[in-house]
């Protein structure tokens, strides 16, 4: 079992680049066979699945997000970071992190970061 916390700034203005950072303990990103993902959640609306990198550092990406976001890992530190360009107040949202055993498919299994709020405001 891993521990997944979420890190970053809390306010981003709009038209920056949102930055997180999911540090993981407890295991490492390149074993097993798990995707790292990036999930958000509007205020009052679903999960929306943003993007993953998996243990041997395959990334994918929603397509309704691809051009603006990119997902990296640095396997020195056990960290997967997400970067969403050109923000709007839109992206507002709760971002998790989550480790996941199944391609764009969540169980109940899989593990989660407690999530960070990020807030797109002038």
């Known amino acids: 079992q891993v521990q997944l916390q979420e890190s970053g700034p809390g306010l981003v203005k709009p038209s920056q680049t949102l930055s997180l950072t999911c540090t993981v303990s407890?295991?490492?990103?390149?074993?097993?066979?798990?995707?790292w993902n990036w999930i958000r959640q509007p205020p009052g609306k679903g999960l929306e699945w943003m993007g993953a990198t998996s243990n041997s550092g395959g990334l994918y990406y929603s397509p309704s997000l691809k051009s603006r976001t990119s997902i990296s890992r640095d396997t020195s530190k056990n960290q997967f970071t997400l970067q969403l360009s050109s923000v709007t107040p839109e992206d507002t949202a709760v971002y998790y992190c989550a480790k996941w055993a199944h391609f764009r498919r969540w169980a109940v299994y899989d593990q989660w970061g407690q999530g960070t709020q990020v807030t797109v405001s002038s």
């Open positions: 407890g295991g490492s990103i390149t074993s097993g066979y798990y995707y």
